[in-house]
């Protein structure tokens, strides 16, 4: 009896304690930082990374935005100036003036990234997923020994992204678990830059200097060489980022019939792209390949893969063959 007496009397003790909760926490479920790396060309920041600041906004209310830009001369401190009112939820524009930046080769840029990083200790670096990011980004992630979370459509929260899988014929939630930075690349479309006021357009962030004493140029020298950078001289947008995109192959028969593409992508506002057929033919160079289907394209296909940011395509199929 004294027995059930004490049972009870402990277990009316230990009701009242206060319960512990263990929580999981993430490293970078902290106070959000961001550095967005971006790409400037002509004294202006290019569209891609206004939507790399759009994905970055989502990442938490309260994420303190850093914009870097790195080349030099005239057209950087302008781009810069540009920069600084771009977009109001950057608050900091960071500038690396020097010629070892001029052209976007990984090697110095991915040390760049490196240094900014060591010294402002940011939870998240993101860049738009262009041959600039893919080419600049896994190097730097590299030298952070952190894992990358590539082609990111959709944000969740600041660990949680959606990315395409199986060639675009699904989407993965991804959570990231490892170490700050949390380095993203972002398909450009799919973080559309929302307009704001004029309220908005009159805030301008501060410049800072980034301080290139201690950059270690010996680990960048030889290891890549700048050749010749080519660019189409039309209006029409980017294959890699249009949202339209009107695509040829073999049943066009030859390269002057491709350029009926070309006037219709203009009206459409779209860009142009061509089969592997159409490639190997000699019609379009090898840059417009969108797929690798020889006899018949499926839409849905199409539109998973290599025009992974399109949201409308078109097939113009003259040879008999299925289209879509």
């Excluded at 303190?64 to 302008?78: K, N, R, V």
């Excluded at 014929?169 to 170490?179: H, Q």
């Excluded at 219709?264 to 506002?269: D, I, N, T, V």
């Amino acid at each position: 009896m004294a027995t059930r007496v004490l049972i009870g009397a402990l277990r009316k003790t230990t009701s009242r304690l206060p319960t512990c909760r263990f929580l999981s926490v993430s490293p970078v479920s902290r106070f959000a930082s961001t550095l967005v790396i971006a790409e400037h060309e002509g004294g202006s920041i290019k569209a891609p990374s206004l939507s790399a600041v759009e994905a970055a906004k989502s990442l938490d209310k309260d994420n303190s935005i850093s914009m870097l830009l790195a080349g030099s001369g005239h057209s950087l401190q302008e781009a810069a100036a540009n920069a600084v009112s771009c977009h109001p939820s950057v608050s900091k524009v960071l500038v690396a003036d020097s010629d070892r930046f001029i052209h976007p080769l990984a090697e110095p840029w991915a040390k760049l990234i490196q240094l900014v990083q060591q010294r402002e200790n940011f939870s998240h670096i993101v860049v738009a997923s262009g041959s600039f990011g893919k080419n600049i980004l896994p190097r730097a992630a590299a030298l952070l020994d952190v894992s990358p979370v590539t082609d990111v459509i959709g944000i969740s929260e600041s660990t949680t992204f959606v990315r395409p899988i199986y060639a675009g014929n699904a989407l993965c939630t991804v959570r990231y678990t490892g170490a700050h930075p949390c380095m993203l690349t972002i398909r450009s479309t799919s973080f559309q830059v929302q307009p704001y006021s004029t309220d908005s357009k009159a805030h301008k962030a501060p410049i800072s200097q980034v301080d290139l004493s201690t950059f270690e140029e010996a680990d960048t020298i030889g290891k890549s060489q700048y050749v010749k950078l080519t660019s189409q001289d039309s209006e029409r947008p980017d294959l890699g980022n249009s949202r339209i995109v009107v695509t040829g192959g073999r049943g066009l028969k030859s390269a002057e019939n491709f350029k009926m593409l070309e006037k219709l992508a203009e009206k459409l506002g779209a860009a142009v792209g061509a089969t592997r057929a159409a490639v190997d033919a000699g019609f379009v160079p090898n840059d417009l390949q969108v797929n690798s289907l020889s006899l018949s394209l499926s839409l849905g296909y199409l539109m998973g893969t290599e025009i992974k940011d399109s949201s409308c395509g078109f097939i113009l199929n003259a040879n008999g063959y299925k289209s879509s």
